[in-house]
Nanobody, 121 residues
Framework: QVQLVESGGGLVQPGGSLRLSCAASGSILYIYAMGWYRQAPGKQRELVAAIPSLGSINYADSVKGRFTISRDNAKNTVYLQMNSLKPEDTAVYYC???????????????WGQGTQVTVSS
C-alpha cells in the first residue's frame, strides 16, 4: 500500500503564502501522478493541481498564477506553493497519488489525511 503524509497547512492572512508538502511511502511500484485536492465546508472536493509523471501539469482556473505544484521524484514528494492566498482558498487540502503499489495490485487513487488551510485576517 501507498501511504501519503501531508504537512504545511495552517493559518495565514490574505495575501500571504504557504507551502504544502506530501511524501509518499510504503510499497510503491509506480506513481502515475500526484496532486492536491481541496474541500471547503459544504462543498465537493475539487482538484487544485496535478502533476503527472508524463504529460502536462494541470491547475484549477481559480489558482492559476498563484499556486505552483512541483514534484521530487527521487523523494516521492509533491509540493504546493500557494501565494497571494485568498479567504476562498480556505479548505482542507488533500494529497492524492494515482499509483500502483505492486505488480499484483491494480492502479488506484491513494489519499492523505488532509491538512487545514485557513486564510483569514
Amino acid at each position: 500500500q501507498v501511504q501519503l503524509v501531508e504537512s504545511g497547512g495552517g493559518l495565514v492572512q490574505p495575501g500571504g503564502s504557504l507551502r504544502l508538502s506530501c511524501a509518499a511511502s510504503g510499497s510503491i511500484l509506480y506513481i502515475y501522478a500526484m496532486g492536491w485536492y481541496r474541500q471547503a465546508p459544504g462543498k465537493q472536493r475539487e482538484l487544485v493541481a496535478a502533476i503527472p509523471s508524463l504529460g502536462s501539469i494541470n491547475y484549477a482556473d481559480s489558482v492559476k498564477g498563484r499556486f505552483t505544484i512541483s514534484r521530487d521524484n527521487a523523494k516521492n514528494t509533491v509540493y504546493l506553493q500557494m501565494n497571494s492566498l485568498k479567504p476562498e482558498d480556505t479548505a482542507v487540502y488533500y494529497c492524492n497519488a494515482d499509483a500502483r503499489s505492486s505488480i499484483a495490485s491494480m492502479r488506484r487513487d491513494y489519499w492523505g489525511q488532509g491538512t487545514q488551510v485557513t486564510v483569514s485576517s
